[in-house]
């Protein structure tokens, strides 16, 4: 009987010693997903194009990524190409128009310029809720990585203007599309999540 026991429990040892050598492979693919590197070769110096619309911003959002934090700008009906835009780096947002100082969170400033009113051309009516001086309506940007503060500063002669205050200098890219202007600003300058 005292045979048996022993090698049961010899059996019980090796199979756990099976068991955990196993784990860390099995772990293995997790971790170098993990590693996956992110998008490099952006920069930090202005980005503009020069076209505009009389299409008003209706939105705007933002989301998180495993690389960059994201803004998305809504111009519903807008074609890619007639979104003008400029985004760089300020030491301070000051609103168009009035020159009032707007203080934005965070270790830099992105301001970032949409050539596109934020109210009906014809009307003078407001398309998106928005306030000067305040963060921008249903906004949550808890648990952001990159992203610190967001606050409109204004709609003036045709150009809305966005404080978005980030982490650091950090790296970011433009993309027109259809119907939006999309703003990405990196997680780190390295390329790693």
Known sequence: MLRKRTICATLVL?????????????????????AMACPTGWGSLPESGSDSTTTPVRD?????????????????????GDIGYSVRYVDRLHQDGSGRHIPVSGGAVLEVRVAAPAYAPETGEATY??????????VDLAGYRTFR??????SFEGETQ???????????????????LVIDVAHSWTGSR
């Open 14 to 34: 090796v199979g756990a010693t099976l068991t955990t050598a196993t784990v860390p492979a099995a772990a293995a693919p997790t971790a170098a997903a993990r």
């Open 60 to 80: 705007i959002r933002t989301g998180r990524h495993a690389c960059y934090d994201r803004m998305v700008v809504d111009l519903p009906g807008a074609a890619r």
């Open 129 to 138: 809720p928005a306030r000067a001086g305040r963060p921008l309506p249903g």
């Open 149 to 154: 503060d967001a606050r409109f500063a204004g």
């Open 162 to 180: 966005i404080g978005l205050g980030v982490r650091a200098r950090l790296p970011f890219r433009v993309l027109r599309l259809d119907g939006r």
